[in-house]
């Protein structure tokens, strides 16, 4: 696990630091951190979703996913929500494209372990995109 501290200015001038875990990594300029003091509400969730999807995948009807839709999907060992971004197009195609809002994650998974997200799980991500702002090395200099 990562750790790190984001600095976010004060309209006091003061500085506020939150304390983050690191959810997964594309570049400097688009990663994905969840809050450490929402950590606890998010493994409540991971929990009602266990317990809610026990049995979905055998109880499943074969779906057509449109970009955008709602689902939970089984990945690594575990119930996660996710939304579409690339529906399979042809009956032949059984993958689908996810995004998992929870860890800032593109996934591509069997259809076969996706199924639709219940209202009750439309609720804000817990992870949150992020960048570092533009710098510059300068050769030389400590």
Known sequence: LIFFRAIYSDKVNGRRYFQVKLTHFIALDEFYVRSCKE??????????????????????????????????????????RAVVRSPATTSSVTNVELFLIDVGKTITVSSEQVVPLHECYYDSPFAYCCTIGSFEIAPGVR
Do not use: C, H, I, T
């Open 39 to 80: 950590e606890y509400r998010y493994q409540d969730m991971l929990a009602e979703l266990k317990e809610d999807y026990k049995g979905a995948l055998e109880d499943a009807v074969p779906q057509l996913w449109m970009k955008g839709d709602g689902a939970a999907v089984w990945y690594e060992r575990r119930w996660q």
